[in-house]
């Protein structure tokens, strides 16, 4: 089977199509008569308090962790269960509260309460090939609060990792020069190996080394000797020589290597230099406070004209995304309004009034706008007594991290590419939504046979809750208008048999849970003061109809076919790319989908945007192509055509055959095509694919897409 499912896709964000917004600019703004709803000093005559109460019941095992344990490279980390204090099995308040107010914002357009801080946020692409010959190594220097790059002379690659001579020994016991914390020089006699030593002599040239940490995919490391006036350089910095460095420039890059070492999962931090480590990478956890670009680093810069426009601390580095952050595409693309609570923020959407906002910058000198929650969600105890199930490895968690644009940015031709995304052009796909696994089988567990060496850092061990379990929570709701009780009831049940996803491991298939509304309760504020009421219950049923004047018909649609396990035709799998020997719910080699997919000169996939009424998109995991023989090539050596005879025999096919995106794999002969279509085109009578190289007829093996067939 070549078609799947990815594990999520998105819901739309439309600030304009939120319904009702409550005007908050300044602390006061509440205390008007039409916000009394909002207020906790207030009781509203016709507001709605009182109770519900819901059943879960778990389609699948269910983790919900109550403290993580770190691993390392021999031992997965741990994830210990949510549990009471007598030990009961729960859910807490708070995960229940996050999963359903998330679907509260969805299908009202409110903003989003949640999303990556702008600091952490800063997306980067790798550069392309070739772009290292403009970059010059340079001396990072503060002068007057302000940091300044003095030019360096361009350094000389050192050491020869084929043998162990004496250069390469003597790098790997040295640091990078750090001008405030590693003055250390070396000395380098004439050229090639075993010229380099601590001490100085006649005819040697003094200087530094910058060395590079080992990358993921290579043992080597990458230095340099850079000749070096102390008194020159000295002098220049006291007289603030260099060109001064835009702080953007410095906070931009700052944001990438903070995104970076968030993604790295072992934090071992292999973009800095060999030897740059810093206070917090003792504790692997690095602070807000601690800037990692520090004074006296060594640093690559890119100048055009007098203006520094990028900092890199390898030569080959990523570049930000065009157009700045994901905040501020989502201003541009949504409106400001759909960004979580700031001072910027001139109004409160319905599911930010009903579930609270904190405010965490005020403007200078006012006082923050925060407000609490109208609804409190209790734990979820059992109906019954839960054993957990047996301890299990799980997969790796490795989806594609944005900007990974296939997947969550869109344009109205489909496809973006990583190094054409603009934030300004481009749209956010929206807030994600976890699609649920139609099968019932175990997709989540890490194969225990590994080979020897295998990093088991990034997998976590956990106990999980088992399917079938149920359990009973509550909600307490004061003070709400019937639009708002009607948005938390429909955020609560979008669609009988709905699949809630909760906890961890949901795009492997854990934490899929139904949820029913079992009561709806409420409570008369005004007629409790009564001495009539004395008497009579707290709690009467409510029984009128919901009101949905909150709520976006199209948002709550696509909600609803998300979360139907009905619309789910295909298996719901990481992408994984067949041609690579991979196989349905891959355990590694995450990427190798995604450098199929953009090694395409057209007819690449993406994630489409998902349409009511419609089926739900899939991609797939197989590309159709053909493979060249080697005999088309001619007498040869090697076993394979190199990459460059390839391109050419490619070249001479002749304007008559209908390939339309060409595109290597490899050297291997395969070409790429856009579609099945493509090779019937190709077909002789006798059904063979040929096309024309050099003149002569070649019969090609053809890779066509397997025929698909449903779960």
Request: aromatic share 8%; proline share 7%; glycine share 8%.
């Amino acid at each position: 089977m070549t078609k799947f499912h990815s594990p999520y896709h998105f819901i739309p964000v439309d600030i304009n199509e939120a319904k009702e917004t409550t005007r908050w600019e300044k602390p006061d703004d509440l205390k008007a008569e039409e916000n009394h709803y909002l207020r906790h000093d207030y009781w509203h005559l016709v507001g709605e308090s009182g109770r519900i109460t819901c059943h879960i019941k778990c389609t699948s095992p269910l983790v919900i962790g109550g403290e993580q344990i770190s691993g390392n490279k021999t031992t997965p980390g741990k994830v210990k269960p949510y549990q009471h204090p007598d030990g009961t099995v729960a859910i807490p308040g708070n995960s229940l509260r996050g999963m359903v107010s998330s679907l509260a914002e969805a299908i009202s357009q409110s903003a989003m309460r949640v999303l990556t801080s702008e600091k952490e946020s800063t997306y980067s692409v790798r550069k392309p090939v070739g772009s290292a010959q403009h970059m010059r190594l340079g001396l990072l220097y503060k002068k007057d609060e302000k940091f300044r790059i003095c030019p360096l002379s361009d350094g000389e690659s050192v050491g020869n990792y084929d043998n162990g001579n004496q250069d390469t020994c003597f790098i790997r016991s040295q640091d990078t020069y750090q001008h405030q914390k590693n003055q250390k020089f070396v000395f380098r006699s004439g050229t090639g190996t075993n010229s380099l030593s601590d001490e100085s002599g006649p005819g040697k040239i003094k200087g530094v080394l910058y060395i590079r940490t080992k990358d993921e995919k290579s043992t080597k490391l990458h230095e340099s000797f850079i000749p070096w006036n102390e008194e020159n350089m000295n002098g220049k910095i006291e007289r603030g020589e260099g060109t001064e460095i835009p702080t953007v420039v410095v906070q931009t890059t700052e944001n990438i290597l903070r995104m970076r070492h968030k993604a790295d999962k072992d934090k071992s931090f292999t973009q800095l230099p060999k030897g740059y480590l810093r206070e917090w990478q003792e504790e692997k956890k690095l602070s807000d406070r601690e800037p990692i670009i520090q004074d006296g680093d060594l640093i690559y810069y890119l100048k055009e004209g007098d203006v520094i426009k990028e900092l890199s601390y390898s030569v080959i580095w990523r570049s930000p995304v065009k157009g700045g952050s994901p905040h501020q595409a989502f201003a541009m693309h949504c409106g400001n309004n759909s960004l979580p609570w700031n001072k910027d923020r001139s109004a409160l959407t319905p599911a930010e009034a009903i579930f609270g906002v904190v405010e965490d910058e005020p403007e200078k000198g006012q006082p923050a706008r925060n407000i609490a929650s109208r609804v409190r969600f209790t734990d979820a105890t059992p109906n019954c007594r839960i054993e957990l199930g047996p301890e299990i490895t799980l997969k790796i968690l490795a989806s594609p991290k944005p900007p990974s644009p296939a997947m969550y940015f869109s344009t109205v031709n489909g496809y973006v590419a990583k190094n054409k995304l603009d934030m300004n052009k481009h749209t956010p796909n929206g807030r994600k939504q976890y699609l649920p696994h139609p099968k019932r089988e175990n997709t989540w567990e890490a194969d225990s046979e590994k080979e020897q060496g295998y990093n088991w850092k990034p997998h976590l061990k956990c106990t999980p809750i088992p399917a079938e379990s149920k359990f009973t929570f509550y909600i307490h709701y004061e003070n709400l208008s019937k639009a708002e009780l009607g948005l938390l009831l429909t955020a609560l049940e979008p669609e009988a048999g709905f699949i809630h996803r909760l906890g961890l491991g949901k795009p492997l298939g854990l934490g899929q849970i139904t949820l029913e509304l079992i009561r709806v309760e409420r409570i008369d504020r005004v007629n409790r003061y009564l001495s009539a009421s004395l008497l009579e219950k707290r709690f009467t049923t409510l029984s009128e109809s919901v009101d949905t004047s909150l709520i976006d018909e199209r948002a709550h649609q696509i909600l609803q076919a998300l979360g139907n396990p009905k619309n789910i035709k295909h298996n719901v799998s990481y992408p994984y790319t067949r041609s690579k020997g991979q196989k349905c719910h891959p355990e590694s080699e995450g990427f190798q989908w995604f450098m199929e997919n953009d090694s395409l000169n057209s007819g690449q996939q993406y994630l489409k945007p998902i349409k009511p009424g419609e089926p739900i998109p899939t991609l797939n995991s197989s590309f159709p192509r053909i493979k060249i023989p080697l005999s088309a090539f001619g007498p040869r050596k090697s076993d394979k055509p190199q990459s460059h005879e390839i391109k050419r025999a490619i070249r001479d096919v002749v304007s008559s055959t209908i390939i339309n995106g060409l595109s290597l794999s490899g050297g291997n002969g395969i070409v790429y095509l856009d579609s099945n279509q493509d090779i019937e085109r190709l077909k002789n009578e006798q059904g063979e694919v040929v096309i024309t190289l050099r003149g002569r007829l070649i019969t090609c093996e053809p890779f066509p897409q397997e025929p698909d067939s449903p779960v």
